[in-house]
């Protein structure tokens, strides 16, 4: 673990903030598609990334799913620590984008560690920041861009935090993440392949312009 902590997050914390971490927390591997934290449940740890990507996603009022945004290694989750100073349960739904190590810190350490360290709480402020940052980003994009562009900044986006120009979907599952039809979807996807911008296969898309 220590040989992690120092590749990810050496540069961030000092010795001693890296003890206590490598202390409290606890490995954890994650598999493509799967759940590291649901709506509405309570929150007891925070991430902090090795390797990998997680996706986070809103639901509304029809179980419909928005993503929101990517977290991807040397990142946290600040919505979690962000929960916990309120309800305590999840407003989010965290899902692996592909196989992830991570690091899970009690929320017990959180408010501890911003008191006495200053690199842990610039940490945690940036990360702030950069998730509002996405958020702005995200609104922008509902608002502004055209499906057929929200749909090519998606397939980058996700070819971007897992370095990889080929995106394992369904066009379903596209739909899903940008809260619209699954027919819109696969019209504006032969859309983009027509002008060579992807390729389509069965369950898979390749990114051809990055």
Same mark, same amino acid.
């Given at each position: &673990?220590? @040989? !992690?902590?120092?590749? =990810?997050?050496?540069?961030?914390?000092?010795? $001693?903030?890296?003890?206590?971490?490598?202390?409290?927390?606890?490995?954890?591997?994650?598999?493509?598609?799967?759940?590291?934290?649901?709506?509405?449940?309570? #929150? %007891?740890?925070?991430?902090?990334?090795?390797?990998?990507?997680?996706? #986070?996603?809103?639901?509304? /009022?029809?179980? /419909?799913?928005?993503?929101?945004?990517?977290?991807?290694?040397?990142?946290?989750?600040?919505?979690?620590?962000?929960?916990?100073?309120?309800?305590?349960?999840?407003?989010?739904?965290? *899902?692996?984008? +592909?196989?992830?190590?991570?690091? &899970? #810190?009690? *929320?017990?350490?959180? /408010?501890?560690?911003?008191?006495?360290?200053? +690199?842990?709480?610039?940490?945690?402020?940036?990360?702030?920041?950069?998730? &509002? +940052? $996405?958020?702005?980003? %995200?609104?922008?994009?509902?608002?502004?861009?055209?499906?057929?562009?929200?749909? &090519?900044?998606? !397939?980058?986006?996700?070819?971007?935090?897992?370095?990889? /120009?080929?995106?394992?979907?369904? =066009?379903?599952?596209?739909?899903?993440?940008? =809260?619209?039809?699954?027919? @819109?979807?696969?019209?504006?996807?032969? +859309? !983009? $392949?027509?002008?060579?911008?992807?390729? !389509?296969?069965?369950? =898979?898309?390749? @990114? *051809? $312009?990055?």
């Amino acid at each position: &673990m220590r @040989v !992690l902590l120092e590749r =990810h997050y050496g540069y961030l914390f000092e010795p $001693e903030l890296l003890d206590e971490i490598e202390t409290a927390g606890k490995c954890k591997l994650i598999k493509q598609g799967e759940r590291l934290l649901d709506i509405g449940q309570d #929150i %007891t740890v925070m991430p902090l990334i090795f390797s990998g990507a997680i996706k #986070i996603l809103r639901e509304d /009022d029809d179980g /419909d799913e928005l993503l929101l945004y990517f977290i991807e290694k040397g990142d946290t989750c600040a919505m979690t620590f962000s929960c916990c100073l309120g309800s305590g349960k999840s407003e989010i739904r965290a *899902i692996a984008e +592909s196989d992830t190590e991570l690091l &899970m #810190i009690p *929320i017990s350490k959180m /408010d501890e560690w911003m008191a006495k360290y200053q +690199s842990w709480r610039e940490f945690i402020l940036d990360s702030y920041h950069t998730r &509002m +940052s $996405e958020l702005l980003e %995200t609104i922008d994009t509902l608002a502004f861009m055209k499906m057929d562009e929200r749909i &090519m900044k998606y !397939l980058k986006d996700r070819a971007m935090v897992t370095n990889d /120009d080929i995106i394992y979907s369904t =066009h379903q599952d596209v739909a899903n993440d940008l =809260h619209t039809s699954r027919v @819109v979807v696969s019209r504006l996807l032969k +859309s !983009l $392949e027509k002008q060579g911008k992807i390729e !389509l296969s069965r369950n =898979h898309i390749k @990114v *051809i $312009e990055l």
